[in-house]
Protein backbone atom coordinates (compact mmCIF):
# COMPACT_ATOMS: atom_id res chain seq x y z
CA UNK A 1 0.00 0.00 0.00
CA UNK A 2 2.82 2.35 0.00
CA UNK A 3 3.90 3.88 -3.65
CA UNK A 4 6.19 2.18 -6.19
CA UNK A 5 9.98 3.70 -5.81
CA UNK A 6 12.77 3.97 -7.96
CA UNK A 7 14.36 1.20 -6.10
CA UNK A 8 11.19 -1.18 -7.61
CA UNK A 9 11.89 -0.19 -11.48
CA UNK A 10 15.76 -1.00 -10.85
CA UNK A 11 14.52 -4.22 -9.26
CA UNK A 12 12.10 -4.92 -11.68
CA UNK A 13 14.84 -4.77 -14.39
CA UNK A 14 17.51 -7.54 -12.58
CA UNK A 15 14.22 -9.63 -12.70
CA UNK A 16 13.88 -9.21 -15.76
CA UNK A 17 10.43 -7.66 -15.61
CA UNK A 18 9.01 -5.17 -17.85
CA UNK A 19 6.65 -2.26 -16.52
CA UNK A 20 4.43 0.28 -18.45
CA UNK A 21 4.38 4.12 -17.82
CA UNK A 22 1.40 6.39 -19.04
CA UNK A 23 1.34 10.02 -19.24
CA UNK A 24 -1.40 11.55 -16.89
CA UNK A 25 -2.09 15.30 -16.68
CA UNK A 26 -5.04 15.92 -13.76
CA UNK A 27 -6.48 13.72 -10.84
CA UNK A 28 -9.27 12.18 -12.97
CA UNK A 29 -7.13 10.66 -15.43
CA UNK A 30 -4.54 9.91 -12.91
CA UNK A 31 -7.04 8.11 -10.38
CA UNK A 32 -8.07 5.84 -13.79
CA UNK A 33 -4.94 4.51 -14.32
CA UNK A 34 -3.82 4.09 -11.03
CA UNK A 35 -6.74 1.92 -10.05
CA UNK A 36 -5.72 0.16 -13.44
CA UNK A 37 -2.06 -0.65 -11.83
CA UNK A 38 0.05 1.66 -13.98
CA UNK A 39 3.06 1.96 -11.56
CA UNK A 40 4.58 4.74 -13.50
CA UNK A 41 2.45 7.89 -14.35
CA UNK A 42 4.39 10.80 -16.08
CA UNK A 43 3.16 14.20 -15.86
CA UNK A 44 4.75 14.91 -19.17
CA UNK A 45 5.32 18.06 -21.23
CA UNK A 46 3.36 16.78 -23.41
CA UNK A 47 0.57 18.66 -21.72
CA UNK A 48 1.23 21.07 -23.75
CA UNK A 49 0.15 19.87 -27.14
CA UNK A 50 -2.25 17.43 -25.21
CA UNK A 51 -4.24 19.51 -22.89
CA UNK A 52 -3.22 23.60 -22.89
CA UNK A 53 -3.85 23.67 -26.71
CA UNK A 54 -0.09 25.06 -27.49
CA UNK A 55 2.02 23.88 -30.82
CA UNK A 56 4.99 22.04 -28.90
CA UNK A 57 6.07 21.05 -25.58
CA UNK A 58 8.10 24.30 -25.44
CA UNK A 59 6.00 26.92 -24.01
CA UNK A 60 5.10 24.72 -21.03
CA UNK A 61 6.06 26.98 -17.67
CA UNK A 62 7.13 25.53 -14.43
CA UNK A 63 3.69 26.93 -12.91
CA UNK A 64 1.94 25.01 -15.31
CA UNK A 65 3.93 21.58 -14.80
CA UNK A 66 3.39 22.13 -10.98
CA UNK A 67 -0.26 22.63 -10.90
CA UNK A 68 -1.04 19.60 -12.80
CA UNK A 69 1.54 17.33 -11.29
CA UNK A 70 0.05 18.29 -8.17
CA UNK A 71 -3.66 17.37 -9.61
CA UNK A 72 -2.01 13.52 -10.64
CA UNK A 73 -0.57 13.41 -7.13
CA UNK A 74 -3.49 14.06 -5.40
CA UNK A 75 -5.29 11.18 -8.03
CA UNK A 76 -3.33 8.65 -6.83
CA UNK A 77 -2.25 6.59 -3.96
CA UNK A 78 0.26 3.54 -5.86
CA UNK A 79 1.89 4.98 -8.52
CA UNK A 80 5.23 6.73 -8.72
CA UNK A 81 4.57 9.84 -10.06
CA UNK A 82 7.45 11.56 -12.60
CA UNK A 83 7.28 15.51 -13.80
CA UNK A 84 9.14 16.89 -16.62
CA UNK A 85 11.33 19.79 -15.92
CA UNK A 86 9.87 21.94 -19.12
CA UNK A 87 12.06 23.60 -21.00
CA UNK A 88 13.64 26.58 -19.78
CA UNK A 89 13.86 25.18 -16.16
CA UNK A 90 17.09 23.24 -16.29
CA UNK A 91 19.27 24.62 -18.96
CA UNK A 92 21.00 27.29 -17.59
CA UNK A 93 22.70 24.89 -15.30
CA UNK A 94 22.29 22.66 -11.81
CA UNK A 95 21.59 25.05 -10.08
CA UNK A 96 18.28 26.36 -11.60
CA UNK A 97 17.33 22.52 -12.40
CA UNK A 98 17.61 22.28 -8.55
CA UNK A 99 15.52 24.96 -7.78
CA UNK A 100 12.40 23.81 -10.62
CA UNK A 101 13.13 20.12 -8.93
CA UNK A 102 12.43 21.22 -5.81
CA UNK A 103 9.00 23.40 -7.00
CA UNK A 104 8.05 19.80 -8.06
CA UNK A 105 8.69 17.78 -5.12
CA UNK A 106 7.73 19.94 -2.52
CA UNK A 107 4.81 21.51 -3.62
CA UNK A 108 3.34 18.91 -6.18
CA UNK A 109 4.73 15.86 -4.34
CA UNK A 110 6.58 14.25 -7.48
CA UNK A 111 8.02 11.17 -6.45
CA UNK A 112 11.21 12.20 -9.82
CA UNK A 113 11.80 14.08 -12.18
CA UNK A 114 12.77 13.87 -16.05
CA UNK A 115 14.82 16.06 -18.19
CA UNK A 116 16.09 15.91 -21.46
CA UNK A 117 19.72 15.29 -22.86
CA UNK A 118 22.80 13.10 -21.95
CA UNK A 119 26.18 14.95 -21.58
CA UNK A 120 24.58 18.33 -21.81
CA UNK A 121 22.29 17.58 -18.96
CA UNK A 122 25.31 15.70 -16.92
CA UNK A 123 25.94 18.24 -14.36
CA UNK A 124 22.28 18.96 -13.65
CA UNK A 125 21.39 15.34 -12.68
CA UNK A 126 24.65 15.03 -10.71
CA UNK A 127 23.50 18.05 -8.82
CA UNK A 128 19.50 16.50 -8.06
CA UNK A 129 20.68 12.57 -7.39
CA UNK A 130 22.79 14.30 -4.83
CA UNK A 131 20.08 16.39 -3.12
CA UNK A 132 17.93 13.14 -3.07
CA UNK A 133 15.89 13.73 -6.11
CA UNK A 134 15.59 10.95 -8.55
CA UNK A 135 15.55 11.88 -12.24
CA UNK A 136 14.75 10.02 -15.33
CA UNK A 137 16.80 11.08 -18.44
CA UNK A 138 15.17 11.41 -21.72
CA UNK A 139 17.25 10.96 -25.24
CA UNK A 140 16.68 10.06 -28.90
CA UNK A 141 14.06 12.36 -29.98
CA UNK A 142 14.11 15.56 -27.32
CA UNK A 143 10.91 17.46 -28.08
CA UNK A 144 12.52 20.05 -25.92
CA UNK A 145 15.02 20.92 -29.17
CA UNK A 146 12.02 20.28 -31.88
CA UNK A 147 13.45 23.72 -32.91
CA UNK A 148 17.19 22.58 -34.15
CA UNK A 149 16.03 18.36 -34.30
CA UNK A 150 12.86 18.37 -35.70
CA UNK A 151 10.85 15.28 -34.92
CA UNK A 152 12.49 12.58 -36.91
CA UNK A 153 14.25 9.12 -35.55
CA UNK A 154 17.43 9.96 -34.22
CA UNK A 155 20.85 7.64 -33.67
CA UNK A 156 20.75 6.50 -37.03
CA UNK A 157 24.26 5.77 -38.36
CA UNK A 158 27.38 4.82 -36.82
CA UNK A 159 28.09 8.41 -35.48
CA UNK A 160 24.91 9.23 -34.19
CA UNK A 161 24.44 5.86 -32.45
CA UNK A 162 27.85 5.75 -30.93
CA UNK A 163 26.67 9.64 -29.35
CA UNK A 164 23.63 8.10 -27.86
CA UNK A 165 25.06 5.03 -26.33
CA UNK A 166 27.92 7.40 -24.72
CA UNK A 167 24.55 9.95 -23.74
CA UNK A 168 22.79 6.81 -22.07
CA UNK A 169 26.34 5.87 -19.99
CA UNK A 170 26.90 9.21 -18.99
CA UNK A 171 23.36 9.45 -17.64
CA UNK A 172 23.54 6.12 -15.85
CA UNK A 173 27.10 7.39 -14.38
CA UNK A 174 25.54 10.68 -13.83
CA UNK A 175 22.96 8.43 -11.07
CA UNK A 176 19.40 8.62 -13.32
CA UNK A 177 17.33 5.94 -12.42
CA UNK A 178 15.61 4.93 -15.80
CA UNK A 179 16.18 6.51 -19.46
CA UNK A 180 13.67 7.39 -21.77
CA UNK A 181 14.49 6.32 -25.38
CA UNK A 182 12.16 7.93 -27.47
CA UNK A 183 11.85 7.41 -31.62
CA UNK A 184 15.10 5.60 -31.62
CA UNK A 185 15.94 2.01 -34.14
CA UNK A 186 14.73 -0.67 -32.22
CA UNK A 187 18.67 -2.56 -32.68
CA UNK A 188 20.09 1.03 -31.23
CA UNK A 189 17.68 0.60 -27.96
CA UNK A 190 17.79 -2.99 -27.43
CA UNK A 191 22.07 -2.49 -27.36
CA UNK A 192 21.26 0.42 -25.35
CA UNK A 193 18.87 -1.55 -22.51
CA UNK A 194 21.57 -4.40 -22.57
CA UNK A 195 24.13 -2.01 -21.66
CA UNK A 196 22.70 -0.44 -18.88
CA UNK A 197 21.41 -1.53 -15.48
CA UNK A 198 18.60 1.54 -15.63
CA UNK A 199 15.77 0.55 -16.76
CA UNK A 200 15.04 2.24 -20.51
CA UNK A 201 11.24 3.54 -21.13
CA UNK A 202 10.94 3.12 -25.36
CA UNK A 203 8.93 5.12 -27.15
CA UNK A 204 8.97 4.32 -30.97
CA UNK A 205 12.25 2.55 -29.48
CA UNK A 206 11.15 -1.28 -30.24
CA UNK A 207 10.08 -3.93 -28.47
CA UNK A 208 13.64 -4.48 -26.30
CA UNK A 209 13.25 -1.65 -23.92
CA UNK A 210 12.86 -2.16 -20.11
CA UNK A 211 9.58 0.08 -19.95
CA UNK A 212 6.98 1.02 -22.18
CA UNK A 213 5.13 4.52 -22.72
CA UNK A 214 2.75 6.15 -24.40
CA UNK A 215 0.88 9.48 -24.25
CA UNK A 216 -2.60 8.81 -22.81
CA UNK A 217 -4.69 10.85 -25.28
CA UNK A 218 -2.80 9.08 -28.27
CA UNK A 219 -3.20 5.23 -27.19
CA UNK A 220 -6.94 6.36 -25.95
CA UNK A 221 -7.54 7.70 -29.32
CA UNK A 222 -8.18 11.15 -27.99
CA UNK A 223 -6.27 12.50 -30.16
CA UNK A 224 -7.43 14.19 -33.25
CA UNK A 225 -5.49 13.77 -37.05
CA UNK A 226 -3.08 11.19 -38.50
CA UNK A 227 -0.81 9.03 -34.70
CA UNK A 228 2.73 8.73 -35.23
CA UNK A 229 3.28 4.93 -36.01
CA UNK A 230 4.59 3.61 -32.90
CA UNK A 231 1.48 4.42 -31.27
CA UNK A 232 -1.11 2.03 -30.96
CA UNK A 233 -4.78 2.61 -30.28
CA UNK A 234 -6.39 0.87 -27.20
CA UNK A 235 -9.22 2.49 -27.27
CA UNK A 236 -11.42 5.01 -29.24
CA UNK A 237 -12.66 7.55 -26.51
CA UNK A 238 -12.35 10.23 -28.98
CA UNK A 239 -15.42 8.79 -31.40
CA UNK A 240 -17.26 8.15 -27.98
CA UNK A 241 -17.58 11.31 -27.07
CA UNK A 242 -18.22 12.81 -29.71
CA UNK A 243 -21.35 10.79 -29.98
CA UNK A 244 -22.53 11.43 -26.25
CA UNK A 245 -22.31 14.88 -26.42
CA UNK A 246 -24.10 15.17 -30.01
CA UNK A 247 -26.95 12.71 -28.32
CA UNK A 248 -27.02 14.97 -25.50
CA UNK A 249 -27.66 18.02 -27.27
CA UNK A 250 -30.02 16.55 -29.96
CA UNK A 251 -32.19 15.14 -26.24
CA UNK A 252 -31.91 19.04 -25.27
CA UNK A 253 -33.28 20.72 -28.30
CA UNK A 254 -35.99 17.84 -28.52
CA UNK A 255 -36.82 17.60 -25.59
CA UNK A 256 -36.25 14.00 -24.87
CA UNK A 257 -33.83 15.07 -21.43
CA UNK A 258 -34.45 15.40 -18.78
CA UNK A 259 -37.24 13.05 -18.38
CA UNK A 260 -39.28 12.43 -15.13
CA UNK A 261 -36.83 10.05 -13.69
CA UNK A 262 -34.23 12.95 -13.92
CA UNK A 263 -36.72 15.46 -11.62
CA UNK A 264 -37.89 16.31 -8.64
CA UNK A 265 -41.19 16.98 -7.35
O1 LIG B 1 6.14 14.58 -22.35
C1 LIG B 1 6.00 13.35 -22.55
O2 LIG B 1 4.87 12.82 -22.64
C2 LIG B 1 7.21 12.53 -22.66
C3 LIG B 1 7.04 11.10 -23.02
C4 LIG B 1 6.67 10.95 -24.45
C5 LIG B 1 8.25 10.29 -22.69
O3 LIG B 1 8.27 13.04 -22.46
NA1 LIG C 1 8.32 15.29 -22.27
Redesign the pocket.
Known sequence: NRRVTVRDLIAAKERGEKWP?L?AYDAMTASVFDEAGVPVL?V????GN?HLGYDT?VPVTLDEMTMLSAAVVRGTSRALVVG?LPFGSYQEGPVQALRSATRLVKEAGVGAV?L?GGERSLAQTELLVQSGIPVMS?LGLT?QSVNTMGYRVQGRGDEDAHRLLRDAKAAQDAGAFAL?L?LVPAELAAEVSRSLHIPT?G?GAGPECDAQ???YTDMMGLTSGKMPRFVKQYADLRAQMVRAAQEFSEEVVGGTFPREEHSFH
Open positions: MTLGDSMCTDKEHPVEVIVLV
